[in-house]
């Protein structure tokens, strides 16, 4: 039977995801990116898995450097989230207009207005479909506010999947 492209994009869209900005930094560049498609996977090491579309600054960036740092959006934070769907404007220690404070081992932002974050450096990329599967070992990791809850991104309407 043929795969009925509107449930299959109803089902994929029912994945529950978070929202998070991931930032890279290389050769005094810096780049930061809306992203849902990230996992853990694995406990030891700890590993997580990014999703990035090639041709963007962050996927570049992060493969240059070997790392990257993942930063979780708060339930109430769509509208920092949004600013980061735009390319990045660094200004000082701001990033789109956000505070930031560089990682200690990726040298990648991590923004003090955003509840939780974690770097990590490149351990696999898998090249396959239109996005390369990042795996990356966390090697730091912050929390700026552990009263926050993470976004849900079903809850805003938004999505990317399917
Ligand atoms: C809700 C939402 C979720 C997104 N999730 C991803 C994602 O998981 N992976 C990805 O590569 N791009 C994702 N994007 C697109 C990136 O935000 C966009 O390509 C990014 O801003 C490119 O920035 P850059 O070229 O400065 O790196 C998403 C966009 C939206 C609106």
């Known amino acids: 039977m043929e795969m009925d492209p509107q449930q299959k994009r109803a089902a994929l869209r029912a994945i529950n995801y978070g929202l998070y900005i991931v930032t890279a930094t290389h050769g005094g560049q810096t780049a930061a990116a809306g992203v849902n498609w990230v996992t853990q996977a694995s406990f030891d090491p700890p ?3 990014v999703c990035i579309k090639p041709g963007t600054e962050t996927h570049d960036l992060a493969l240059e ?4 740092v993942v930063n979780v959006v ?3 934070q769509i509208d ?4 980061f769907f735009r390319p990045t404007v660094v200004e000082g220690d701001t990033l789109n207009g956000f505070t930031f404070h560089t990682s200690p081992v990726t040298g990648a ?4 207005d955003l509840p939780y974050w974690f770097e990590a450096t490149v351990t696999d990329t898998v090249t396959t479909g239109d996005h390369t599967i990042i795996v990356g070992q966390v090697v730091g990791a912050g929390v700026h506010d552990d ?8 809850s ?3 999505n990317y999947g399917g």
């Open 47 to 49: 590993l997580v898995v």
């Open 65 to 68: 450097s070997g790392g990257f």
């Open 74 to 76: 708060g339930a109430d």
């Open 80 to 83: 920092v989230a949004k600013s």
């Open 109 to 112: 932002p991590h923004l003090v």
């Open 147 to 154: 009263t926050v809850e993470p976004l849900v991104l079903r």
């Open 156 to 158: 805003t309407g938004m």
